[in-house]
């Protein structure tokens, strides 16, 4: 089975802060994913890797940036935090980018910044 | 944009009971892939069924199955036998065939499905 693991399940950060969200998957899948979860939202694509240090905007890219420095390695970064920008962040892998190919999720990490 | 509407934001159902959770979807395109991810309280999102929009044929895995409706672009899920286990937030989800770019999976806002005993 796929394992797609971030690295911290809750983290409480300050406004200003920068923060580095972590996430590492174990079935060498060329495409990882960033999503945001918020209620009554869904989900909202901020990055996707296509290949090591390769990416894409998604939906919702404004005041993060992504690193993808390693194959199985993909992290979400958050210049200065905001309090907007508190969510859940749910991390994903592919092995094949669009079609049927299902996208392999985390547990999420719950972001609160005060 | 393609936009996917899940106009329940909750369901109940007694346990063994069958319950379905409605989704539509707009696009213009002809190929295109659906989905229904379950989220259950440990946060994994986890595939339950999928659809490719040119098989005619409705998806079935074990007690789950849709119900595709391509020209009313609808993609309804049908848990038969409910049991506890299958209480947890439930998304469809839609993929264009193609066109590169991002990975193009949009999400509905979900539908909290609660299992009564």
């Known amino acids: 089975d796929v394992k797609v693991t971030q690295s911290s399940r809750y983290l409480v950060k300050r406004t200003g802060e920068k923060v580095f969200l972590e996430c590492v998957q174990d079935m060498d899948h060329e495409n990882m994913f960033w999503y945001r979860q918020d209620p009554g939202l869904g989900l909202r694509l901020i990055y996707f890797?296509?290949?090591?240090?390769?990416?894409e905007k998604g939906d919702i890219p404004e005041g993060y940036s992504v690193s993808r420095e390693k194959k199985e390695r993909f992290s979400l970064i958050l210049e200065s935090a905001s309090t907007n920008q508190t969510s859940m962040y749910l991390c994903?892998?592919?092995?094949?980018?669009?079609?049927?190919?299902?996208?392999?999720f985390g547990n999420g990490t719950r972001l609160t910044v005060t | 944009a393609q936009t996917v509407t899940q106009s329940q934001p909750e369901m109940s159902v007694q346990e063994a009971e069958t319950v379905t959770l409605s989704c539509t979807y707009d696009t213009s395109e002809s190929d295109y892939y659906l989905f229904w991810y379950k989220q259950p309280p440990s946060r994994q999102m986890i595939l339950v069924i999928r659809?490719?929009?040119?098989?005619?044929q409705n998806a079935t895995e074990n007690r789950f199955s849709v119900n595709f409706q391509k020209a009313a672009k609808s993609f309804s899920l049908k848990i038969s036998d409910s049991q506890l286990g299958d209480a947890a937030m439930y998304f469809c989800a839609y993929r264009k065939g193609s066109g590169g770019g991002a990975d193009g999976l949009t999400f509905g806002k979900g539908t909290h499905l609660i299992i009564q005993p």
């Open positions: 994903a892998s592919s092995r094949v980018l669009g079609g049927n190919s299902p996208l392999h």
């Open positions: 890797s296509y290949d090591v240090k390769m990416k």
């Open positions: 659809q490719e929009a040119y098989k005619q």
